[in-house]
């Protein structure tokens, strides 16, 4: 199994800002998923992120407000722009389990708090 | 598209009892399916997987889950409930869409032990 590594861990954030969650996994992989898990909820797939292409987004999730990078086979990031209340969850990093099956393995999550 | 439907949100049981947590799936095609379980402030771990093959699957400790086609279920159990069983527990389902495998979840159960 991967071990995956996100940053920050948690943070405050103001309305209006915007903030980049790091992802870092220990091994080379092809597919790197998003989820956002919204207070008491369950999880939302935001985007998947290949590297070398422009990652895809699943329907109600936009570019714009999160935008995605993937330079490496390693590495990704997440940015939730010019947040509001409503953007308070825990952001998750997850990489394809490699069998084929969708199976995933996730980081520990970045919880973001927006006042 | 793929659902999981779990059936209660929260559960309740003494330390020793039976756990039974239930999840439903719709699909038109042999699933993949997942159970997975989320401790406070952590991320998602893998307790057991379906695939294919013998329909009751075996995970990490001590739970079980059968494939029962006929009923679209993947009901999770543990024959004696343990304090640190306490946690979130999140059935998935894959789903086939853009070349690859993505992970559908339910609403999650949170299960609860008393001593």
């Known amino acids: 199994s991967a071990v995956i590594s996100q940053k920050p861990s948690r943070d405050i954030c103001q309305r209006g800002t915007s903030l980049t969650i790091q992802c870092q996994v220990d091994s080379q992989v092809t597919m790197m998923f998003w989820y956002r898990q919204q207070p008491g909820q369950s999880l939302t797939l935001i985007a998947t992120?290949?590297?070398?292409?422009?990652?895809?987004?699943e329907s109600g999730f936009v570019i714009d407000k999160f935008p995605i990078s993937r330079p490496n086979l390693t590495f990704s990031t997440l940015t939730v722009s010019n947040m509001s209340p409503e953007d308070s969850s825990i952001y998750l990093c997850?990489?394809?389990?490699?069998?084929?099956?969708?199976?995933?393995?996730f980081g520990e999550g970045s919880r973001l708090t927006v006042l | 598209a793929q659902s999981v439907t779990q059936l209660g949100s929260h559960v309740s049981v003494s330390e020793g009892a039976l756990v039974l947590l239930r999840c439903n799936y719709s699909s038109s095609v042999p699933p993949y399916l997942f159970w997975y379980v989320q401790y406070p402030n952590q991320g998602l771990q893998l307790l057991l997987k379906y695939t294919t093959g013998a329909t009751l699957v075996k995970g990490i400790n001590g739970f079980e889950a059968e494939f029962k086609k006929s009923e679209t279920s993947f009901h999770l159990t543990k024959p004696s409930a343990h304090m640190s069983d306490a946690a979130e527990y999140f059935c998935?389902?894959?789903?086939?869409?853009?070349?690859?495998?993505?992970?559908?979840f339910g609403a999650g159960t949170r299960l609860a032990v008393h001593p």
């Open positions: 998935a389902v894959s789903e086939f869409s853009g070349g690859y495998n993505k992970l559908i």
């Open positions: 992120a290949n590297q070398g292409s422009e990652a895809t987004y």
């Open positions: 997850s990489v394809d389990g490699l069998s084929n099956t969708g199976e995933l393995f």
